[in-house]
Every structure is written in structure tokens, then in C-alpha cells.
């Protein structure tokens, strides 16, 4: 390994931590980053480098949001199983967030378990990348739109008002983003929440705590089937990745959740647009996609 794999792994940390939590795909930007910039892995590594990389911003989320997402504890249980014994430790609304979280994601995990390797292969291109880009940035727009002409108000503001009808519909929007690189899982979601009435602020938290489960089950799978073997150096470009993404997720995820108090998504649907068109302008004058 040389100095510029390490710098080039720092590089690939801090993009997935701003695209992560931001409705624009990180998986899209990845490709797109991997056209013009490598690391000197072997391709099972890489894509098992692009996945793992993502418990980094994973672990940003269970740092900020910890006491909304530890189902344990006597402090501040407003809804504990029973008032006396072990029930008074355990946080029934918590328990009752993470079933709802456990439903949205079972549409998308049938499909990465059973499909994984395939959409690998078949989808994961910068045209399929382009055109989701492109579409959904359409779709962002017009949801706001229509949000914006009807005086539409959110019913649902708090993750607790979400219903098991609610987070499965989140969950097939969210296999949509599984399906094609480039559409964006929290993008997919927060348009899925939208449309049903859900706040942006609830929408964009109820999408961090979503990705939790999604990211680690990713993670695994891609370890689990993972056969090379893995030298120190590549260990420390793991580590250079995960590190940096869950530095940059911090900050992203903070400024996120104060720039929605008051904007719409309007300004992502714009670059989407704008990306996509540029990365098919690339691809059709052969810069990449070779």
C-alpha cells in the first residue's frame, strides 16, 4: 500500500459520511468516486470496503441518538413493562420503535439476501446510478410541491406516532433504493414519509435509526461471504474509512436535522438532477464507465 491508497481511503470515508444521511445516494456517489479515483484492493475487497465503511456513520447515529435507541434503563422510562422488578428497566415505547423499525426493514432484506450478487452485477452502473439520480430528484420535487400548493401539515411528528401500516410502506421504498444504485435510501424513505404526512425532522430521524439495522445486516452479509483473506494493510484502510465517515456523519447528521427545521428538499432534488445529467454527459463521451 502506498501513501495515496491510505489518502484515497480517507477520501472514500469522508464522501460516504456526507451522502449517508444526506438524500442523495452514497452508494451512487461511490461508484462514481471508484470511476475516478482506486485503491489499490483487489475488487472482492473493495466492494466488501465500500459496505463495512458505512458501520462508521452507523455509529454516529447510536452515539447521538443513544438514549432514544437503548431499549434499557430506569432513568427516563416514561413507559416501563411493569413497575416493579427487571420490567421497570425496559422501555416498552423504545421496544416498540425498534419492531416498527424490524417491518420497514424486512422487504429489503428478502431482496439483499436472495438478489445481492445479481444486482451487484447487473445494476450497480453509472447509467442505472444516472437515471435514479435524475428521477427521484423529479420525485423530491414534486412531493414538495404538492406539500407546498395543498398547505399540507405533517400529522405525524414523533417516531412514536408511526404506525406497523406506516413503517412497512417506509420499508418498500426502501427496497427501491435496495434495487437501484443511485436512488438513495434515505432518500427513498423521507419520500415515502412525506407523502404519508410524516415531518421532515421525523422522517429524516426515523431514516437514521432505519439505516441501523439495514447497514450492520449489510455488513455481515458481505463479511459472511466475503472468502479472501485480509492483510494488516487492508485493515488499516478499513479503519481509515470507518474513522473518517464517523467523524464527517456527526457533523452531517447535526447540520442536517437543524437545516430541515425551516427548508424543504428542494436543494438535493436540484443537485441530484444536475449530477445525474453530468454523469451521463461523462458516460457518453467515454470519461467514465470504460
Not at 431499549?71 to 416493579?84: A, E, I, T, Y
Not at 418498500?172 to 433504493?177: H, K, R, Y
Not at 436512488?183 to 437514521?208: P, W, Y
Not at 492483510?231 to 464517523?246: V, Y
Request: net charge positive; hydrophobic share 55%.
Amino acid at each position: 500500500m502506498s501513501f495515496m491508497d491510505y489518502f484515497v481511503a480517507l477520501i472514500f470515508g469522508i464522501v460516504e459520511g456526507i451522502t449517508e444521511w444526506l438524500p442523495i445516494s452514497s452508494t451512487g456517489h461511490m461508484i462514481l468516486l471508484n470511476e475516478s479515483l482506486k485503491i489499490n484492493l483487489s475488487d472482492e475487497f473493495f466492494d466488501l470496503y465500500l459496505v463495512v465503511i458505512q458501520l462508521g456513520a452507523i455509529c454516529a447515529v447510536i452515539l447521538l441518538y443513544w438514549k432514544e435507541l437503548w431499549p434499557f434503563g430506569k432513568k427516563d422510562n416514561k413507559h416501563p413493562l411493569s413497575k416493579d422488578g427487571f420490567g421497570r428497566y425496559i422501555k416498552t415505547d423504545i421496544f416498540q420503535m425498534w419492531f416498527k423499525i424490524i417491518v420497514a426493514c424486512i422487504p429489503a432484506a428478502i431482496v439483499g439476501v436472495l438478489c445481492d450478487d445479481w444486482l451487484d452485477e447487473h445494476l450497480y452502473n453509472y447509467v442505472c446510478v444516472a437515471i435514479s439520480l435524475i428521477v427521484f430528484g423529479i420525485i423530491f420535487i414534486v412531493t414538495e410541491y404538492v406539500i407546498k400548493e395543498k398547505k399540507m401539515k405533517p400529522r405525524i411528528t414523533r417516531i412514536e406516532q408511526i404506525t406497523y401500516k406506516h413503517a412497512l410502506i417506509i420499508g418498500i421504498f426502501q427496497l427501491i433504493a435496495a434495487i437501484f444504485p443511485g436512488t438513495s435510501r434515505s432518500g427513498t424513505t423521507i419520500v415515502g414519509s412525506l407523502m404519508m404526512g410524516i415531518s421532515r425532522r421525523c422522517a429524516a430521524k426515523f431514516t437514521f435509526f432505519l439505516a441501523v439495522p439495514v447497514m450492520v445486516g449489510a455488513s455481515l452479509l458481505k463479511i459472511v461471504k466475503f472468502k479472501g483473506e485480509v492483510t494488516g494493510a487492508e485493515i488499516i484502510i478499513l479503519l481509515i474509512g470507518m474513522i473518517s465517515a464517523f467523524l464527517v456523519s456527526i457533523f452531517v447528521i447535526k447540520a442536517l436535522m437543524e437545516y430541515i427545521k425551516k427548508r424543504n428538499f428542494n436543494v438535493f432534488a436540484l443537485y441530484r438532477i444536475v449530477l445525474g445529467i453530468l454523469v451521463l454527459v461523462l458516460g457518453v463521451t467515454g470519461v467514465i464507465g470504460k
